[in-house]
Protein backbone atom coordinates (compact mmCIF):
# COMPACT_ATOMS: atom_id res chain seq x y z
CA UNK A 1 0.00 0.00 0.00
CA UNK A 2 1.01 3.05 -0.76
CA UNK A 3 2.01 5.45 2.30
CA UNK A 4 0.56 8.85 1.94
CA UNK A 5 1.65 10.10 5.41
CA UNK A 6 3.43 12.88 3.80
CA UNK A 7 0.40 14.04 1.54
CA UNK A 8 -0.44 17.04 3.84
CA UNK A 9 3.30 18.66 3.07
CA UNK A 10 2.12 19.20 -0.50
CA UNK A 11 1.39 22.87 -1.26
CA UNK A 12 -0.09 23.40 -4.72
CA UNK A 13 0.83 27.54 -4.48
CA UNK A 14 4.06 27.01 -3.80
CA UNK A 15 4.73 24.73 -7.39
CA UNK A 16 2.32 27.01 -8.88
CA UNK A 17 4.73 29.62 -8.09
CA UNK A 18 7.86 28.13 -8.73
CA UNK A 19 6.47 27.42 -12.42
CA UNK A 20 5.63 30.75 -13.26
CA UNK A 21 8.75 31.96 -11.90
CA UNK A 22 10.79 29.48 -14.23
CA UNK A 23 8.24 30.81 -17.35
CA UNK A 24 8.83 34.04 -16.88
CA UNK A 25 12.70 33.17 -16.98
CA UNK A 26 12.33 31.34 -20.14
CA UNK A 27 10.33 34.48 -21.79
CA UNK A 28 13.54 36.78 -20.99
CA UNK A 29 16.14 34.76 -22.25
CA UNK A 30 13.67 34.30 -25.48
CA UNK A 31 13.60 37.98 -25.80
CA UNK A 32 17.31 38.70 -25.19
CA UNK A 33 18.04 36.16 -28.13
CA UNK A 34 15.79 38.11 -30.58
CA UNK A 35 15.24 41.38 -32.27
CA UNK A 36 11.47 40.91 -32.58
CA UNK A 37 9.24 42.22 -29.63
CA UNK A 38 7.82 39.41 -27.58
CA UNK A 39 3.69 38.84 -28.56
CA UNK A 40 0.90 39.15 -27.08
CA UNK A 41 0.23 35.18 -26.65
CA UNK A 42 3.72 34.77 -25.25
CA UNK A 43 1.93 36.37 -22.20
CA UNK A 44 -0.64 34.11 -21.91
CA UNK A 45 1.36 31.68 -20.88
CA UNK A 46 1.93 32.86 -17.22
CA UNK A 47 -0.46 34.21 -14.85
CA UNK A 48 -2.82 35.52 -17.23
CA UNK A 49 -4.23 31.66 -18.10
CA UNK A 50 -6.63 31.63 -15.22
CA UNK A 51 -10.51 31.39 -15.96
CA UNK A 52 -12.34 34.20 -15.59
CA UNK A 53 -14.55 34.17 -12.17
CA UNK A 54 -18.37 33.95 -13.08
CA UNK A 55 -20.62 35.48 -10.53
CA UNK A 56 -23.09 33.58 -8.66
CA UNK A 57 -25.44 36.19 -7.89
CA UNK A 58 -27.48 37.48 -10.67
CA UNK A 59 -26.92 41.30 -11.83
CA UNK A 60 -28.94 44.13 -10.70
CA UNK A 61 -31.23 44.63 -7.72
CA UNK A 62 -33.42 42.64 -6.20
CA UNK A 63 -37.04 43.72 -5.91
CA UNK A 64 -39.52 42.35 -2.73
CA UNK A 65 -38.65 39.00 -0.81
CA UNK A 66 -38.89 36.29 -3.12
CA UNK A 67 -41.29 34.40 -5.98
CA UNK A 68 -44.21 32.14 -5.98
CA UNK A 69 -42.83 29.04 -6.62
CA UNK A 70 -44.62 25.94 -8.44
CA UNK A 71 -43.35 23.04 -7.06
CA UNK A 72 -45.97 22.18 -4.93
CA UNK A 73 -48.73 23.34 -7.07
CA UNK A 74 -49.87 27.11 -7.70
CA UNK A 75 -53.69 26.55 -7.35
CA UNK A 76 -56.78 28.90 -5.94
CA UNK A 77 -59.58 26.95 -5.10
CA UNK A 78 -62.87 28.13 -3.96
CA UNK A 79 -62.29 25.60 -1.06
CA UNK A 80 -59.67 27.01 0.81
CA UNK A 81 -58.02 23.67 1.79
CA UNK A 82 -58.10 23.04 -1.80
CA UNK A 83 -55.57 26.11 -2.36
CA UNK A 84 -52.12 25.66 -2.61
CA UNK A 85 -49.99 28.97 -3.26
CA UNK A 86 -46.49 29.12 -2.14
CA UNK A 87 -43.39 31.29 -2.32
CA UNK A 88 -39.62 31.16 -1.88
CA UNK A 89 -37.77 33.68 0.29
CA UNK A 90 -34.40 34.82 -0.93
CA UNK A 91 -31.74 34.40 2.17
CA UNK A 92 -31.49 38.03 3.12
CA UNK A 93 -35.06 38.34 3.49
CA UNK A 94 -35.91 35.70 5.87
CA UNK A 95 -34.87 36.57 8.92
CA UNK A 96 -37.45 39.74 9.16
CA UNK A 97 -40.27 37.30 8.01
CA UNK A 98 -43.16 35.96 10.14
CA UNK A 99 -46.39 33.88 10.45
CA UNK A 100 -49.59 36.56 9.75
CA UNK A 101 -46.97 38.91 8.08
CA UNK A 102 -49.42 40.75 4.70
CA UNK A 103 -47.68 40.10 1.07
CA UNK A 104 -48.71 41.35 -2.01
CA UNK A 105 -48.31 39.49 -5.30
CA UNK A 106 -49.09 42.00 -8.41
CA UNK A 107 -51.04 40.50 -11.34
CA UNK A 108 -49.59 41.07 -14.81
CA UNK A 109 -52.73 43.60 -15.60
CA UNK A 110 -52.15 46.11 -12.67
CA UNK A 111 -54.53 43.87 -10.22
CA UNK A 112 -52.54 42.31 -6.47
CA UNK A 113 -53.57 39.56 -4.70
CA UNK A 114 -53.23 40.53 -1.05
CA UNK A 115 -51.94 37.61 0.92
CA UNK A 116 -51.10 36.27 4.28
CA UNK A 117 -48.56 33.90 5.98
CA UNK A 118 -49.69 30.94 6.86
CA UNK A 119 -46.80 28.65 7.65
CA UNK A 120 -42.80 29.22 7.08
CA UNK A 121 -40.89 25.83 6.26
CA UNK A 122 -37.23 25.17 5.57
CA UNK A 123 -36.49 22.28 2.94
CA UNK A 124 -33.65 20.79 1.55
CA UNK A 125 -31.84 22.22 -1.26
CA UNK A 126 -30.44 19.13 -2.75
CA UNK A 127 -31.28 15.76 -1.15
CA UNK A 128 -29.08 14.38 1.78
CA UNK A 129 -29.61 12.87 5.31
CA UNK A 130 -28.64 15.56 7.88
CA UNK A 131 -29.76 13.72 10.62
CA UNK A 132 -25.95 12.24 11.11
CA UNK A 133 -23.11 12.49 13.64
CA UNK A 134 -21.38 14.52 11.58
CA UNK A 135 -23.39 16.70 10.59
CA UNK A 136 -24.55 17.73 14.00
CA UNK A 137 -20.73 18.21 15.16
CA UNK A 138 -20.17 20.43 12.32
CA UNK A 139 -22.94 23.04 12.79
CA UNK A 140 -21.77 22.73 16.92
CA UNK A 141 -18.18 24.03 15.78
CA UNK A 142 -19.30 25.98 13.12
CA UNK A 143 -19.64 30.33 13.43
CA UNK A 144 -23.22 30.25 12.24
CA UNK A 145 -25.43 28.06 9.92
CA UNK A 146 -24.79 28.55 5.50
CA UNK A 147 -28.49 28.88 4.13
CA UNK A 148 -27.50 28.47 0.71
CA UNK A 149 -28.17 24.57 1.52
CA UNK A 150 -31.67 25.10 2.22
CA UNK A 151 -35.09 26.20 0.27
CA UNK A 152 -37.25 28.65 3.06
CA UNK A 153 -40.58 28.57 1.74
CA UNK A 154 -43.63 30.26 2.84
CA UNK A 155 -47.08 28.90 2.67
CA UNK A 156 -49.79 32.09 2.23
CA UNK A 157 -53.44 32.41 2.40
CA UNK A 158 -55.26 34.51 -0.26
CA UNK A 159 -57.23 37.09 1.71
CA UNK A 160 -58.61 39.15 -1.60
CA UNK A 161 -57.91 40.77 -5.08
CA UNK A 162 -57.33 44.98 -4.82
CA UNK A 163 -57.87 46.63 -7.92
CA UNK A 164 -58.43 50.44 -9.46
CA UNK A 165 -61.92 51.30 -9.85
CA UNK A 166 -61.56 54.83 -11.09
CA UNK A 167 -58.39 55.79 -8.84
CA UNK A 168 -59.96 54.08 -5.80
CA UNK A 169 -58.40 51.15 -4.39
CA UNK A 170 -61.13 48.09 -4.00
CA UNK A 171 -60.85 44.69 -2.87
CA UNK A 172 -62.76 41.55 -4.20
CA UNK A 173 -62.83 37.58 -3.46
CA UNK A 174 -60.12 35.73 -4.89
CA UNK A 175 -61.10 34.75 -8.48
CA UNK A 176 -57.93 34.08 -9.90
CA UNK A 177 -54.75 32.17 -9.79
CA UNK A 178 -51.28 34.83 -9.96
CA UNK A 179 -48.00 34.06 -12.15
CA UNK A 180 -45.43 31.25 -11.49
CA UNK A 181 -42.36 33.09 -10.52
CA UNK A 182 -44.40 36.22 -9.67
CA UNK A 183 -42.53 38.73 -7.23
CA UNK A 184 -43.92 39.27 -4.01
CA UNK A 185 -43.43 42.04 -1.70
CA UNK A 186 -44.33 42.60 1.80
CA UNK A 187 -47.28 44.90 1.95
CA UNK A 188 -46.14 48.28 3.44
CA UNK A 189 -48.88 50.82 2.02
CA UNK A 190 -51.30 51.63 4.73
CA UNK A 191 -53.71 52.26 1.99
CA UNK A 192 -53.41 48.40 0.34
CA UNK A 193 -53.02 46.99 3.57
CA UNK A 194 -56.61 48.80 4.47
CA UNK A 195 -58.34 47.86 1.78
CA UNK A 196 -57.15 44.47 1.92
CA UNK A 197 -58.31 43.60 5.08
CA UNK A 198 -61.78 45.54 4.76
CA UNK A 199 -60.86 47.81 7.47
CA UNK A 200 -62.43 51.73 7.54
CA UNK A 201 -60.62 54.87 7.37
CA UNK A 202 -62.51 56.46 9.97
CA UNK A 203 -64.39 55.34 12.99
CA UNK A 204 -63.60 54.68 16.68
CA UNK A 205 -59.99 53.77 17.11
CA UNK A 206 -59.03 50.87 19.06
CA UNK A 207 -55.58 50.15 18.29
CA UNK A 208 -52.78 49.58 15.74
CA UNK A 209 -52.70 46.42 13.20
CA UNK A 210 -50.17 44.16 14.41
CA UNK A 211 -48.52 40.86 13.88
CA UNK A 212 -46.81 38.67 15.86
CA UNK A 213 -47.19 41.16 18.78
CA UNK A 214 -44.73 43.88 16.89
CA UNK A 215 -46.90 46.73 15.09
CA UNK A 216 -47.13 46.52 11.46
CA UNK A 217 -44.86 49.47 9.72
CA UNK A 218 -45.31 51.09 6.46
CA UNK A 219 -43.54 53.99 4.59
CA UNK A 220 -46.06 56.39 5.54
CA UNK A 221 -46.59 58.78 8.35
CA UNK A 222 -47.07 57.45 10.97
CA UNK A 223 -46.03 54.61 10.11
CA UNK A 224 -48.44 52.66 12.04
CA UNK A 225 -51.82 51.66 11.25
CA UNK A 226 -55.06 52.68 12.80
CA UNK A 227 -57.87 50.46 13.38
CA UNK A 228 -61.08 51.64 13.50
CA UNK A 229 -64.68 50.43 14.06
CA UNK A 230 -67.18 51.97 11.53
CA UNK A 231 -69.18 54.85 13.37
CA UNK A 232 -71.62 56.49 10.62
CA UNK A 233 -74.72 55.25 8.85
CA UNK A 234 -72.91 55.46 5.08
CA UNK A 235 -71.77 51.99 5.46
CA UNK A 236 -74.49 50.28 7.51
CA UNK A 237 -75.40 51.12 11.12
CA UNK A 238 -72.78 51.97 13.58
CA UNK A 239 -71.06 49.54 15.48
CA UNK A 240 -71.56 50.69 18.98
CA UNK A 241 -75.13 50.24 18.47
CA UNK A 242 -74.51 46.69 17.13
CA UNK A 243 -72.66 45.73 20.99
CA UNK A 244 -69.09 45.15 21.73
CA UNK A 245 -67.55 42.38 23.71
CA UNK A 246 -64.20 42.53 25.43
CA UNK A 247 -62.96 39.48 26.89
CA UNK A 248 -59.64 38.93 28.71
CA UNK A 249 -58.26 37.82 31.94
CA UNK A 250 -56.80 39.02 34.88
CA UNK A 251 -53.87 41.62 34.60
CA UNK A 252 -54.72 41.43 30.67
CA UNK A 253 -55.28 45.44 30.13
CA UNK A 254 -59.28 45.17 29.48
CA UNK A 255 -60.49 48.09 31.93
CA UNK A 256 -57.49 49.77 30.14
CA UNK A 257 -58.53 49.19 26.50
CA UNK A 258 -62.13 49.62 27.63
CA UNK A 259 -61.23 52.80 29.24
CA UNK A 260 -59.78 53.91 26.14
CA UNK A 261 -62.50 52.88 23.90
CA UNK A 262 -65.23 54.72 26.01
CA UNK A 263 -63.56 57.68 25.81
CA UNK A 264 -63.76 57.71 21.63
CA UNK A 265 -67.21 57.82 22.24
CA UNK A 266 -67.28 60.98 24.92
CA UNK A 267 -65.11 62.79 22.24
CA UNK A 268 -66.83 66.10 21.70
CA UNK A 269 -67.15 65.95 17.78
CA UNK A 270 -69.55 62.04 18.08
CA UNK A 271 -72.74 62.62 17.68
CA UNK A 272 -75.51 60.28 15.84
CA UNK A 273 -78.55 61.49 14.09
CA UNK A 274 -82.18 60.98 15.89
CA UNK A 275 -85.43 60.24 14.43
CA UNK A 276 -86.65 63.97 14.60
CA UNK A 277 -83.16 65.09 12.82
CA UNK A 278 -80.96 65.93 15.49
CA UNK A 279 -77.76 64.76 15.96
CA UNK A 280 -77.04 64.33 19.71
CA UNK A 281 -73.94 63.49 21.50
CA UNK A 282 -74.28 59.42 23.49
CA UNK A 283 -74.97 58.96 26.90
CA UNK A 284 -72.78 56.65 28.44
CA UNK A 285 -73.37 54.70 31.87
CA UNK A 286 -70.90 52.29 33.17
CA UNK A 287 -71.93 49.88 35.90
CA UNK A 288 -68.17 49.68 37.56
CA UNK A 289 -67.97 46.58 40.24
CA UNK A 290 -64.15 47.65 40.51
CA UNK A 291 -64.78 51.26 41.15
CA UNK A 292 -62.19 52.36 38.19
CA UNK A 293 -63.98 54.05 35.85
CA UNK A 294 -65.09 57.33 37.36
CA UNK A 295 -61.50 58.09 37.54
CA UNK A 296 -62.25 59.22 33.71
CA UNK A 297 -62.72 62.28 34.68
CA UNK A 298 -59.43 62.79 35.79
CA UNK A 299 -56.53 63.49 32.99
CA UNK A 300 -53.29 60.99 33.01
CA UNK A 301 -50.44 62.71 34.87
CA UNK A 302 -48.66 60.16 32.71
CA UNK A 303 -49.72 61.48 29.21
CA UNK A 304 -46.86 63.85 27.92
CA UNK A 305 -46.31 66.16 25.74
CA UNK A 306 -44.89 64.53 22.98
CA UNK A 307 -47.56 61.19 23.02
CA UNK A 308 -50.36 63.98 23.07
CA UNK A 309 -49.10 65.21 19.80
CA UNK A 310 -49.11 61.38 18.90
CA UNK A 311 -52.91 61.54 19.11
CA UNK A 312 -53.93 64.44 17.66
CA UNK A 313 -52.04 63.56 14.84
CA UNK A 314 -54.08 60.19 14.57
CA UNK A 315 -57.23 61.98 15.31
CA UNK A 316 -57.86 60.00 19.09
CA UNK A 317 -59.58 62.05 21.86
CA UNK A 318 -58.04 61.82 24.95
CA UNK A 319 -57.92 63.43 27.89
CA UNK A 320 -60.36 63.79 31.50
CA UNK A 321 -64.19 63.97 30.92
CA UNK A 322 -65.20 66.85 33.02
CA UNK A 323 -68.85 65.76 32.58
CA UNK A 324 -68.37 62.65 35.04
CA UNK A 325 -70.95 61.88 37.68
CA UNK A 326 -70.55 58.96 39.98
CA UNK A 327 -74.14 57.64 41.18
CA UNK A 328 -73.65 55.93 44.41
CA UNK A 329 -76.06 53.47 45.15
CA UNK A 330 -77.15 53.36 48.64
CA UNK A 331 -77.26 50.36 50.29
CA UNK A 332 -77.69 49.55 53.94
CA UNK A 333 -74.72 51.31 56.24
CA UNK A 334 -72.17 50.43 53.56
CA UNK A 335 -70.48 53.89 52.44
CA UNK A 336 -68.31 54.45 49.47
CA UNK A 337 -64.92 56.26 49.66
CA UNK A 338 -63.66 58.06 46.23
CA UNK A 339 -60.32 59.45 47.55
CA UNK A 340 -58.95 58.22 43.97
CA UNK A 341 -61.12 60.31 41.48
CA UNK A 342 -62.50 63.64 41.86
CA UNK A 343 -66.03 62.98 40.01
CA UNK A 344 -68.82 64.43 41.45
CA UNK A 345 -71.34 62.04 43.63
CA UNK A 346 -74.65 61.34 43.53
CA UNK A 347 -76.08 59.10 45.56
CA UNK A 348 -79.42 57.26 45.01
CA UNK A 349 -82.05 54.30 46.13
CA UNK A 350 -84.04 52.23 44.28
CA UNK A 351 -87.77 52.19 44.86
CA UNK A 352 -89.77 49.48 45.17
CA UNK A 353 -91.94 50.57 42.54
CA UNK A 354 -89.71 49.40 39.92
CA UNK A 355 -90.82 45.90 41.10
CA UNK A 356 -94.22 46.41 39.44
CA UNK A 357 -92.95 46.48 35.91
CA UNK A 358 -89.96 44.24 37.09
CA UNK A 359 -91.47 41.49 39.32
CA UNK A 360 -88.35 39.61 39.21
CA UNK A 361 -86.03 42.02 40.96
CA UNK A 362 -87.10 40.99 44.64
CA UNK A 363 -86.97 37.57 44.07
CA UNK A 364 -83.81 36.91 45.43
CA UNK A 365 -83.20 33.19 44.80
CA UNK A 366 -84.73 30.85 42.37
CA UNK A 367 -88.43 30.33 41.94
CA UNK A 368 -90.31 28.07 40.21
CA UNK A 369 -93.06 29.18 37.71
CA UNK A 370 -95.93 28.09 40.21
CA UNK A 371 -94.08 30.35 42.47
CA UNK A 372 -92.90 33.18 40.04
CA UNK A 373 -96.41 33.06 38.91
CA UNK A 374 -97.97 33.09 42.42
CA UNK A 375 -96.00 36.65 43.02
CA UNK A 376 -96.60 38.24 39.73
CA UNK A 377 -100.48 37.36 38.89
CA UNK A 378 -101.82 37.90 42.90
CA UNK A 379 -99.62 39.30 45.84
CA UNK A 380 -98.08 42.23 43.93
CA UNK A 381 -101.33 43.13 41.71
CA UNK A 382 -103.53 42.71 45.18
CA UNK A 383 -100.81 45.04 47.29
CA UNK A 384 -100.56 47.69 44.41
CA UNK A 385 -104.70 47.83 44.71
CA UNK A 386 -104.27 48.28 48.17
CA UNK A 387 -100.97 50.62 48.71
CA UNK A 388 -101.16 51.87 45.22
CA UNK A 389 -97.88 52.42 42.69
CA UNK A 390 -95.76 54.21 45.61
CA UNK A 391 -96.15 51.06 47.82
CA UNK A 392 -92.86 50.59 49.56
CA UNK A 393 -90.88 47.10 50.26
CA UNK A 394 -91.81 47.53 54.20
CA UNK A 395 -95.17 48.02 53.34
CA UNK A 396 -94.90 44.66 51.31
CA UNK A 397 -93.76 42.62 53.96
CA UNK A 398 -96.11 43.72 56.26
CA UNK A 399 -98.64 42.58 53.81
CA UNK A 400 -97.33 39.59 53.51
CA UNK A 401 -97.12 38.79 57.48
CA UNK A 402 -100.74 38.53 57.58
CA UNK A 403 -102.34 34.82 58.02
CA UNK A 404 -105.35 36.05 57.00
CA UNK A 405 -104.30 37.12 53.70
CA UNK A 406 -102.26 33.72 53.73
CA UNK A 407 -105.64 31.07 54.49
CA UNK A 408 -107.88 33.68 52.39
CA UNK A 409 -105.67 33.04 49.05
CA UNK A 410 -105.05 29.19 50.16
CA UNK A 411 -109.01 28.42 50.88
CA UNK A 412 -109.68 30.18 47.37
CA UNK A 413 -107.35 28.05 45.40
CA UNK A 414 -105.59 30.95 44.07
CA UNK A 415 -102.48 30.47 45.90
CA UNK A 416 -101.87 27.24 47.85
CA UNK A 417 -100.16 28.45 51.29
CA UNK A 418 -96.89 26.55 50.76
CA UNK A 419 -96.30 28.39 47.58
CA UNK A 420 -97.17 31.47 49.74
CA UNK A 421 -94.78 30.96 52.36
CA UNK A 422 -92.06 30.02 49.29
CA UNK A 423 -92.51 33.30 47.85
CA UNK A 424 -92.94 35.02 50.87
CA UNK A 425 -89.00 33.81 51.99
CA UNK A 426 -87.52 34.20 49.02
CA UNK A 427 -88.70 38.32 48.80
CA UNK A 428 -87.25 38.66 52.65
CA UNK A 429 -83.77 40.11 52.89
CA UNK A 430 -83.89 43.68 50.83
CA UNK A 431 -85.13 45.86 53.29
CA UNK A 432 -81.15 47.57 52.79
CA UNK A 433 -81.85 47.71 48.93
CA UNK A 434 -85.41 49.32 48.43
CA UNK A 435 -86.35 52.64 49.31
CA UNK A 436 -83.04 53.78 51.28
CA UNK A 437 -82.62 57.32 52.75
CA UNK A 438 -81.79 59.23 49.01
CA UNK A 439 -83.28 59.98 45.99
CA UNK A 440 -84.74 57.52 43.95
CA UNK A 441 -83.12 56.83 40.76
CA UNK A 442 -86.73 57.16 39.06
CA UNK A 443 -86.64 60.88 39.95
CA UNK A 444 -82.93 61.34 38.52
CA UNK A 445 -83.12 60.05 35.02
CA UNK A 446 -82.32 63.45 33.54
CA UNK A 447 -79.33 63.57 35.26
CA UNK A 448 -78.49 60.27 35.09
CA UNK A 449 -78.71 60.10 31.17
CA UNK A 450 -76.65 63.44 29.97
CA UNK A 451 -75.23 63.49 26.34
CA UNK A 452 -72.07 63.60 26.20
CA UNK A 453 -71.78 62.75 29.71
CA UNK A 454 -69.98 59.42 31.75
CA UNK A 455 -72.79 58.07 34.49
CA UNK A 456 -70.77 55.31 36.47
CA UNK A 457 -72.69 53.12 39.05
CA UNK A 458 -70.00 51.55 41.68
CA UNK A 459 -70.88 48.84 43.13
CA UNK A 460 -67.29 48.05 45.33
CA UNK A 461 -68.27 49.21 48.14
CA UNK A 462 -71.86 46.53 47.97
CA UNK A 463 -70.68 43.59 50.02
CA UNK A 464 -73.96 41.58 49.10
CA UNK A 465 -73.99 39.93 45.77
CA UNK A 466 -77.48 39.78 46.28
CA UNK A 467 -78.05 43.74 46.85
CA UNK A 468 -75.13 44.05 43.65
CA UNK A 469 -77.71 42.07 41.44
CA UNK A 470 -80.07 43.87 42.00
CA UNK A 471 -79.05 47.44 41.95
CA UNK A 472 -77.49 46.67 38.31
CA UNK A 473 -80.56 44.87 36.96
CA UNK A 474 -83.11 47.51 38.21
CA UNK A 475 -81.09 50.76 37.03
CA UNK A 476 -79.96 48.44 33.54
CA UNK A 477 -83.92 47.23 33.09
CA UNK A 478 -85.01 51.06 33.10
CA UNK A 479 -83.03 52.24 30.62
CA UNK A 480 -83.60 49.39 28.76
CA UNK A 481 -87.52 49.49 29.22
CA UNK A 482 -87.31 53.34 28.39
CA UNK A 483 -85.15 52.56 25.03
CA UNK A 484 -87.59 49.43 23.77
CA UNK A 485 -90.89 51.47 24.72
CA UNK A 486 -93.34 52.96 22.43
CA UNK A 487 -94.48 55.29 25.11
CA UNK A 488 -91.95 56.33 27.21
CA UNK A 489 -92.15 57.94 30.58
CA UNK A 490 -88.73 59.56 30.67
CA UNK A 491 -88.20 61.20 26.76
CA UNK A 492 -84.91 62.12 28.12
CA UNK A 493 -83.49 57.99 27.70
CA UNK A 494 -85.80 57.31 24.81
CA UNK A 495 -83.90 60.23 23.20
CA UNK A 496 -80.46 60.11 23.62
CA UNK A 497 -78.01 57.87 22.33
CA UNK A 498 -76.75 55.27 25.09
CA UNK A 499 -73.98 53.34 25.32
CA UNK A 500 -74.93 50.54 28.27
CA UNK A 501 -71.30 49.60 29.58
CA UNK A 502 -71.55 46.57 32.07
CA UNK A 503 -68.23 44.75 33.83
CA UNK A 504 -68.24 41.31 35.20
CA UNK A 505 -71.30 40.82 32.79
CA UNK A 506 -70.61 37.46 33.39
CA UNK A 507 -72.16 38.04 36.91
CA UNK A 508 -75.63 39.24 35.40
CA UNK A 509 -76.16 37.69 32.19
CA UNK A 510 -74.97 34.04 32.74
CA UNK A 511 -77.14 31.34 31.69
CA UNK A 512 -79.02 29.86 34.70
CA UNK A 513 -82.15 27.82 35.22
CA UNK A 514 -83.74 29.99 37.32
CA UNK A 515 -87.51 31.92 36.41
CA UNK A 516 -85.47 35.81 37.27
CA UNK A 517 -82.31 34.64 35.20
CA UNK A 518 -84.53 33.54 32.38
CA UNK A 519 -86.46 37.21 32.47
CA UNK A 520 -83.00 39.32 32.35
CA UNK A 521 -81.80 37.72 29.30
CA UNK A 522 -84.99 38.06 27.42
CA UNK A 523 -84.72 41.56 28.38
CA UNK A 524 -81.09 41.78 27.52
CA UNK A 525 -81.26 39.72 24.10
CA UNK A 526 -84.50 42.01 22.63
CA UNK A 527 -82.40 44.80 23.68
CA UNK A 528 -79.71 43.58 21.68
CA UNK A 529 -82.01 42.78 19.03
CA UNK A 530 -83.71 46.39 18.57
CA UNK A 531 -80.48 48.37 19.58
CA UNK A 532 -79.58 49.39 15.96
CA UNK A 533 -83.19 51.11 15.28
CA UNK A 534 -83.40 52.08 19.28
CA UNK A 535 -79.86 53.98 19.58
CA UNK A 536 -78.64 51.50 22.44
CA UNK A 537 -75.08 49.88 22.55
CA UNK A 538 -74.35 47.34 25.21
CA UNK A 539 -70.67 47.60 25.90
CA UNK A 540 -70.00 43.99 28.01
CA UNK A 541 -66.38 43.43 29.89
CA UNK A 542 -65.72 40.21 30.83
CA UNK A 543 -63.42 37.48 32.23
CA UNK A 544 -65.53 34.80 31.98
CA UNK A 545 -67.16 34.90 28.50
CA UNK A 546 -67.87 31.14 28.39
CA UNK A 547 -70.71 31.99 31.53
CA UNK A 548 -72.65 34.54 28.90
CA UNK A 549 -75.89 33.80 27.88
CA UNK A 550 -75.80 32.34 24.59
CA UNK A 551 -78.64 34.12 23.11
CA UNK A 552 -77.12 37.57 24.24
CA UNK A 553 -73.79 36.38 22.90
CA UNK A 554 -75.57 36.02 19.13
CA UNK A 555 -76.42 39.34 19.27
CA UNK A 556 -72.79 40.66 19.60
CA UNK A 557 -70.98 42.04 16.33
CA UNK A 558 -67.74 43.20 17.94
CA UNK A 559 -65.55 40.60 19.93
CA UNK A 560 -62.36 42.13 21.71
CA UNK A 561 -60.45 39.06 22.89
CA UNK A 562 -57.22 40.05 25.51
CA UNK A 563 -55.04 37.41 27.07
CA UNK A 564 -57.49 34.33 28.41
CA UNK A 565 -55.54 30.97 29.56
CA UNK A 566 -58.80 29.32 30.49
CA UNK A 567 -59.30 27.08 27.48
CA UNK A 568 -62.91 27.10 27.64
CA UNK A 569 -63.34 31.33 27.13
CA UNK A 570 -61.17 30.82 24.36
CA UNK A 571 -63.27 28.41 22.67
CA UNK A 572 -66.44 30.40 23.77
CA UNK A 573 -65.93 33.63 21.96
CA UNK A 574 -65.64 32.16 18.34
CA UNK A 575 -62.43 33.55 17.03
CA UNK A 576 -60.90 32.23 13.95
CA UNK A 577 -58.37 29.39 14.46
CA UNK A 578 -55.44 31.18 13.52
CA UNK A 579 -55.70 33.71 15.83
CA UNK A 580 -57.22 31.43 18.89
CA UNK A 581 -54.08 29.47 19.16
CA UNK A 582 -52.13 33.31 19.96
CA UNK A 583 -54.44 33.96 23.04
CA UNK A 584 -52.66 32.69 25.39
CA UNK A 585 -49.33 34.46 24.07
CA UNK A 586 -50.41 37.48 24.31
CA UNK A 587 -49.06 40.13 26.15
CA UNK A 588 -50.84 43.01 28.35
CA UNK A 589 -52.44 45.20 25.50
CA UNK A 590 -52.50 42.73 22.99
CA UNK A 591 -55.94 41.94 21.31
CA UNK A 592 -57.36 40.34 18.67
CA UNK A 593 -60.46 42.11 16.55
CA UNK A 594 -63.30 39.63 15.45
CA UNK A 595 -65.81 42.16 13.98
CA UNK A 596 -67.20 40.71 10.37
CA UNK A 597 -68.90 43.65 9.72
CA UNK A 598 -66.11 45.62 10.45
CA UNK A 599 -62.99 43.65 9.02
CA UNK A 600 -61.23 40.47 8.30
CA UNK A 601 -60.01 39.11 12.04
CA UNK A 602 -56.93 41.07 12.96
CA UNK A 603 -54.42 41.31 15.37
CA UNK A 604 -53.49 44.31 17.37
CA UNK A 605 -51.89 46.25 19.95
CA UNK A 606 -53.67 49.32 22.30
CA UNK A 607 -52.01 52.58 23.12
CA UNK A 608 -49.53 51.78 25.83
CA UNK A 609 -50.69 54.80 27.69
CA UNK A 610 -54.75 55.34 29.34
CA UNK A 611 -55.91 58.18 27.55
CA UNK A 612 -57.76 59.33 31.19
CA UNK A 613 -56.20 58.26 34.99
CA UNK A 614 -56.05 54.74 35.54
CA UNK A 615 -54.76 52.83 38.35
CA UNK A 616 -54.45 53.74 42.15
CA UNK A 617 -51.51 55.75 43.78
Known amino acids: ?16 DAESAADAADSSTAAAGSDEPATASSTTDGANDAFEPTPVEPSGDDVGIGALCVSQGLRIAEDGDDTTLQAYITRGNRSSIRIGSYLLAP ?3 GETLFCRITGLEYAQQYHADDATEIHARRAMRSDGIDESDYKFVATLEPVAVLYDDDGDLKRRMTDRVPKPQTVIRQADDTEAIKTGLKMPDDGVFLGHLSVGGEKVRTAATPPTIDYRLKDDYDAGDPLVFRHTLIAGGTGSGKTHGAKNILRQYLADERTYPMA ?5 QPAVVQFDPQDEYAQMHDDNPE ?11 EGIAYGGVSDTTAFVPKVGSASYAAGHHRAKQVEFTIPFSMVHDNPWLVAGSGLNDNQYGALVSVLLQRFRNQYGEDGTYEEFTTFLDDPALREEL ?11 DAVRRRV ?26 LTVVPTYHINDTRATETVVLAVSSLLIDQKLSNDPTYDRIKETPLVLGMDEAHNFLTD ?25 GLFLITQDPQDIHDAVFKQINTTIVLNLGDEDAIKSVNIPSNLESKVPYMEKGQMVVYSPDNSEPVELIGLPKCLTRHGRD
Open 1 to 16: MTDLGDFGDFDAGADA
Open 107 to 109: YPD
Open 276 to 280: DGRAV
Open 303 to 313: LDGDFARRLER
Open 410 to 420: DESGRVHEATF
Open 428 to 453: LGFGHVFDQDARPITDLVHEFVRPGG
Open 512 to 536: ADSVQAGKVITKFTEAAKQGRKERL
